[in-house]
């Protein structure tokens, strides 16, 4: 197989690393755990989790996360349960299938303000967040 970047290789290597220790794992839990540990790797990020979303309560809640200074499950700069209201774009993404990535969060202080808030009191710079919704 031939890559065209380095970045390509270093995707196809994380790849193929994360199959070979998912393969040995049998809880649901350790596997999303290993999968987080390897995204915050990858990316070099600070925190990392998976938010289990009620669209009808318009409320969210972490179900997996790790971060670097507190660890697998450790404490979170989130609170476990946060409400939605502020994310009407978020949810939008959500239904639509589509990331938010903000790669500073000073690009929202204008347009979205209660977000750009959010962000800065829960001291985070950029965000990817990846949808995958099932719903219609």
């Known amino acids: 197989m031939k890559f065209n970047t380095t970045f390509e290789q270093d995707v ?19 596997s999303a755990m290993t999968i987080l540990q390897t ?18 309560m318009k409320l969210w809640k972490l179900r997996w996360w790790i971060s670097k200074a507190g660890g697998p499950m450790g404490k979170t700069i989130f609170d476990p349960i946060e409400e939605t209201e502020i994310f009407s774009r978020w949810e939008a993404s959500l239904k ?17 303000p209660d977000e750009y808030h959010f962000l800065a009191e ?6 990817i967040a990846i949808p995958f919704y099932q719903g219609s």
Do not use: C
């Open 12 to 30: 196809l290597q994380t790849q193929l690393a994360l199959y070979d220790k998912l393969a040995e794992i049998e809880s649901l839990d350790e």
């Open 96 to 112: 639509r299938h589509e990331p938010i990535i903000i790669r500073d969060r000073e690009e929202i202080k204008e347009t979205h």
């Open 39 to 56: 995204i915050m790797d990858f990316h070099e990020g600070d925190w990392v989790g998976i938010l289990s979303v009620d669209l009808n």
């Open 122 to 127: 829960n001291k985070l710079h950029r965000v």
